[in-house]
T-cell receptor
Framework: AQSVAQPEDQVNVAEGNPLTVKCTYSVSGNPYLFWYVQYPNRGLQFLLKYITGDNLVKGSYGFEAEFNKSQTSFHLKKPSALVSDSALYFCAVRGPTSGTYKYIFGTGTRLKVLA | GAGVSQSPSNKVTEKGKDVELRCDPISGHTALYWYRQRLGQGLEFLIYFQGNSAPDKSGLPSDRFSAERTGESVSTLTIQRTQQEDSAVYLC?????????????FGAGSRLTVL
């Protein structure tokens, strides 16, 4: 069965500091991994995805994520946080060989960037 | 259309009533997904469509929930005999294909409140 875990309900970081939002997954075979962001009163927006290849994936708004197969992790990172990055972040996974095309989402991590 | 459109945006109903939620996906998107987001929680998979067929409806919580899609376009999620625990935001998303690592485009959601 596919699953994804976001161990932190909330992450607080000072503006200008680096940020990390954690995600671990469980899926058979090589995973497809995604990050989405949900701003208040707005729909979920795609940030980045990993399919194969380079373990460091760059996405929108200066975000990047690092795929680590041995640790089954896909942590979201940004070198310098902005107050406007404050939002709810979701990690999602799908196993290409799982027999279904559904995406499983984590429970979300609320990022709060403090001025 | 330019984006995924959901209606109604807000629905307040009495316990025991039936409700229908509608999703208009992006034109040409063959895959359509329904998720439920309870207050303060993550996205819970309900069902996905590939064309007009639903290969995976494993997330539907009970037989009170059903969904259909016609013309490889509009989808309707129906909840019969609503209960208070059905209160949530129901999110629809579409993607070009079901196969592959396609990005989901989400609608703004339909907020359902069952009194």
């Amino acid at each position: 069965a596919q699953s994804v875990a976001q161990p932190e309900d909330q992450v607080n970081v000072a503006e200008g500091n680096p940020l990390t939002v954690k995600c671990t997954y469980s899926v058979s075979g090589n995973p497809y991994l995604f990050w989405y962001v949900q701003y208040p009163n707005r729909g979920l927006q795609f940030l980045l995805k990993y399919i194969t290849g380079d373990n460091l994936v760059k996405g929108s708004y200066g975000f990047e994520a690092e795929f680590n197969k041995s640790q089954t992790s896909f942590h979201l990172k940004k070198p310098s946080a902005l107050v406007s990055d404050s939002a709810l972040y979701f990690c999602a996974v799908r196993g290409p060989t799982s027999g279904t095309y559904k995406y499983i989402f984590g429970t979300g991590t609320r990022l709060k960037v403090l001025a | 259309g330019a984006g995924v459109s959901q209606s109604p945006s807000n629905k307040v109903t009495e316990k025991g009533k039936d409700v229908e939620l509608r999703c208009d996906p992006i034109s040409g998107h063959t895959a359509l997904y329904w998720y439920r987001q309870r207050l303060g929680q993550g996205l819970e998979f309900l069902i996905y469509f590939q064309g007009n067929s639903a290969p995976d409806k494993s997330g539907l919580p009970s037989d009170r929930f059903s969904a259909e899609r016609t013309g490889e376009s509009v989808s309707t999620l129906t909840i019969q005999r609503t209960q208070q625990e059905d209160s949530a935001v129901y999110l629809c998303a579409s993607s070009l294909l079901a196969a592959g690592a396609n990005v989901l485009t989400f609608g703004a959601g339909s907020r359902l409140t069952v009194l």
